[in-house]
């Protein structure tokens, strides 16, 4: 699988280049589900200082983290959440995406997350840690945010234009303003027969995000991999090469909003490549992090095919509902 890393900054230049980077994105997308993004204006010290957060943070007494933890259930997540608490290994069961419950078997992920969405979100306020407890991760991070929004954005309207939609289409069915989430992960260090050889523990699970788009940004540990479309079932290391690259994979509702002409990514998190037991049954994989931006639509924007991709040949593969409707039965599923 030949996942390609494309030069963002293509997309700030010329007509010509902005229309020759659409294309690129609407093809890797359509082969492999996945690009790598660079010079997508995070700068080397923006990405160092994500990481510093996310390791200052998980580093925070267990005391503390309780004081904001995220509560199971059918809602957008916010707050912590201790290992355990996600299962993601029934979010797509049988080759397909889950909206119903189904008994987990004791299949769990072995991470942290600390989840957030927009500041103005009065329905589902974040929960942060003190100031005092980690002083500037609160601004910091909503910056991030902020960027990261409207990256994905931008990338939408690339959409729009290779898919020769009216510029704005996909952002429109954002609605406003998106219900974006920002996620942090922590995979603590583990030894590696506790995720490997069948075990009902993975760092997470084969799943496909619940949004429009994901742009995710991890460290040099390794161990994502993303399936090989030339090979259903089967999937492919996809580690951090260059310094500053953002992965960038596609969501639930941007394969229903193209009425199934873009699909989701399915993509895990394991051992990375060359783990193995056989070599040293004790190998320990080091911890982990990554952060994961999530652009969402509008709660109350649909969820439904565009028009503009559905007529006499291709009737509407998804049935009409709400983003908020979807994401409740999303959710629903890993608790």
């Known amino acids: 699988m030949d996942v390609k890393t494309l030069d963002f900054s293509k997309f700030q230049g010329s007509e010509a280049a902005r229309s020759e980077f659409a294309h690129e994105l609407l093809k890797a997308f359509s082969n492999a589900g996945v690009v790598k993004l660079i010079n997508h204006g995070f700068d080397g010290e923006t990405m160092s200082r994500l990481f510093r957060w996310s390791e200052e943070f998980f580093s925070l007494p267990m005391e503390e983290k309780l004081k904001f933890p995220n509560v199971d259930g059918p809602k957008p997540q916010r707050g912590w959440s201790s290992v355990g608490s996600e299962k993601t290994g029934t979010l797509n069961t049988h080759d397909k995406i889950s909206l119903e419950r189904v008994e987990h078997d004791g299949r769990a992920d072995f991470k942290e997350h600390f989840d957030i969405g927009r500041t103005d979100d009065k329905e589902f306020p974040n929960l942060w840690p003190s100031e005092s407890a980690i002083p500037g991760f609160k601004e910091w991070t909503e910056q991030y945010f902020r960027n990261a929004e409207q990256i994905t954005l931008d990338l939408l309207s690339a959409l729009d ?175």
């Open 161 to 335: 234009m290779a898919m020769t939609m009216p510029n704005g289409t996909l952002s429109r069915q954002c609605g406003g303003p998106p219900a974006s989430e920002l996620r942090l992960n922590y995979f603590p260090a583990t030894r590696a027969s506790n995720i490997m050889d069948g075990s009902s523990t993975q760092r997470i699970w084969q799943h496909t995000d619940f949004g429009v788009m994901t742009l995710l940004a991890q460290d040099t540990r390794g161990g994502l991999e993303i399936e090989d479309r030339r090979n259903p079932g089967t999937f492919q290391p996809a580690p951090l090469v260059e310094k500053n690259e953002l992965i960038v994979m596609m969501g639930d509702i941007l394969e229903r909003w193209t009425n199934g002409m873009l699909r989701a990514t399915l993509h895990r998190v394991t051992a990375p490549t060359g783990t193995s037991l056989e070599a040293d049954p004790n190998a320990v994989l080091p911890a982990r992090f990554s952060v994961a931006f999530f652009l969402k639509p509008h709660r109350d924007s649909s969820a439904g095919p565009v028009k503009y991709l559905v007529d006499a040949n291709r009737e509407s593969q998804y049935e009409e509902m709400t983003a908020i409707e979807y994401q409740r039965l999303r959710t629903s599923v890993v608790y």
